[in-house]
């Protein structure tokens, strides 16, 4: 049987990547050029959360906010065990289970921001 | 006559025949470009196995070195794994060596490389041997990785902080498709002119702009300032092109065979004809004592100043 998270849980991960993140001054650095909205939303529960990188700041709202430049859509169990550092997005992209819609060069930084975040 | 044929993802446009004797034996080299095309590559492997001497992978890396820990492209496994008979090799088994003897030649025995000079390596994950050397002969190093490959204007200036994202990032890396790392196809006879704009600080800095030539020339700027080009696979119209943008000199580390040189692969699969021993068996020193026998240097072509009617400096 699948495994369902709940909003709340994937609202939890995404808090963590955000404060992994800018908690990182090296990274932010690394993104004062790249200004993107990347709309996160579950398949299986109804469930969106906004990222907005601006200047190098990273924040995250509820719901779909504003025009997003990337869109990644996965199971609820998937987003949140990605957002916590637990699994990496390579496989699930490559198998299907994660989607991220977007300009191709805009898809493969977001694949390096993540996989530095939970290695620094 | 031993036949070599590198198979490349590469653009057709760079296809190229030659006849040559090495050490005194007749080769056929060949190179076909697939222009990016993984499943037309794994056909003309299986068409070719048992029918040459040896086979390079060009236009990918199968196999990418950080110190001894070896990474291992998914795409290029699976044109590995498309030939049973003859040996194959990505080149990655020499380049660590040849460019490794070509640093320390230029640093040795020309005015190129004298120690504190700033060197831009467009790539160091795939040619580790060649940024430790350069570190080695007292060179300042900025390594392009995260720029060229992610967009991420973010300059490596350390062998040691190359190492830490190369163990952090590659393990999953290796796992995506090769083209959205690297110019494969039709994007490697572009220039994409926005972002060679926007990353024409990096060039500028640098007073040796070094590795992958496909890297260098997709983001090449509009003007050089005699900056020293180190690389291998040119054409005669990457010469060209180069002249035209001020570069100051070509140095290539791989032999030029009628009129322009080939990629490590296909050096390292003629090495692979010569030796004719399995390839578990062939060792560094092999590989220097063949470049050794061959009296082996780089090419180093002028390219700045007045052009005779040959075209040459």
């Not at chain 2, 653009?11 to 499943?39: A, M, Y």
């Not at chain 2, 196999?63 to 001894?68: A, H, I, P």
């Not at chain 2, 796992?175 to 926005?194: A, C, M, N, V, W």
Request: proline share 5%; net charge negative; aromatic share 6%.
């Amino acid at each position: 049987m699948t495994k369902v998270a709940s909003h709340d849980e994937i609202s939890k991960s995404l808090r963590a990547f955000v404060d992994g993140y800018n908690r990182n001054a090296r990274l932010k650095a690394m993104n004062r050029d790249w200004n993107r909205t990347v709309l996160v939303q579950a398949t299986d529960i109804p469930s969106q959360h906004t990222l907005v990188l601006r200047d190098g700041e990273l924040t995250l709202l509820e719901g779909a906010a504003g025009e997003a430049d990337l869109t990644v859509t996965a199971g609820s169990d998937l987003l949140a065990d990605l957002f916590a550092g637990e699994i990496t997005p390579t496989e699930p992209y490559l198998d299907g289970r994660l989607k991220v819609l977007g300009r191709e060069e805009d898809i493969i930084r977001l694949d390096f921001i993540s996989l530095m975040i939970w290695g620094e | 006559m031993k036949r070599v044929v590198s198979v490349s993802l590469g653009s057709s446009r760079r296809d190229h025949e030659v006849r040559t004797e090495v050490l005194g034996i007749p080769f056929e080299i060949k190179r076909v470009g697939t222009d990016g095309d993984l499943e037309r590559a794994v056909e003309l492997l299986q068409e070719l196995d048992g029918r040459v001497d040896a086979i390079g992978l060009g236009g990918i890396d199968v196999f990418l070195y950080v110190d001894e820990q070896r990474y291992v492209v998914r795409d290029g496994e699976r044109l590995l794994a498309a030939v049973r008979r003859t040996p194959v090799v990505d080149g990655s088994g020499l380049k660590n060596t040849l460019e490794r003897e070509v640093v320390h030649y230029l640093a040795a025995h020309t005015d190129l490389l004298p120690p504190g000079t700033k060197v831009l390596m467009v790539s160091a994950t795939d040619r580790f041997g060649m940024a430790r050397a350069l570190g080695e002969v007292g060179c300042e190093l900025i390594f392009g990785d995260l720029i060229f490959a992610a967009g991420i204007p973010h300059a490596i200036r350390s062998v040691e902080e190359l190492r830490r994202l190369a163990h952090r990032l590659l393990p999953e890396l290796v796992k995506l498709p090769f083209h959205l790392l690297y110019p494969t196809g039709r994007k490697q006879e572009e220039i994409d002119s926005e972002k060679a704009a926007k990353f024409e600080p990096y060039y500028r800095e640098a007073r040796v702009i070094a590795g992958d030539f496909h890297l260098i020339r997709r983001y090449l700027p509009e003007r050089l300032d005699r900056q020293v080009i180190l690389t291998n696979t040119t054409t005669p119209e990457d010469v060209a092109l180069l002249r035209e943008r001020g570069a100051g000199y070509l140095v290539t580390t791989t032999p030029v065979f009628g009129g322009r040189t080939f990629g490590t692969n296909v050096l390292e699969a003629v090495f692979v004809a010569l030796l004719a021993k399995p390839l578990p068996e062939i060792t560094p020193t092999d590989h220097l004592t063949l470049l050794r026998r061959l009296e082996f240097k780089p090419h180093i072509l002028p390219l700045a100043g007045e052009i005779d009617e040959s075209g040459q400096p």
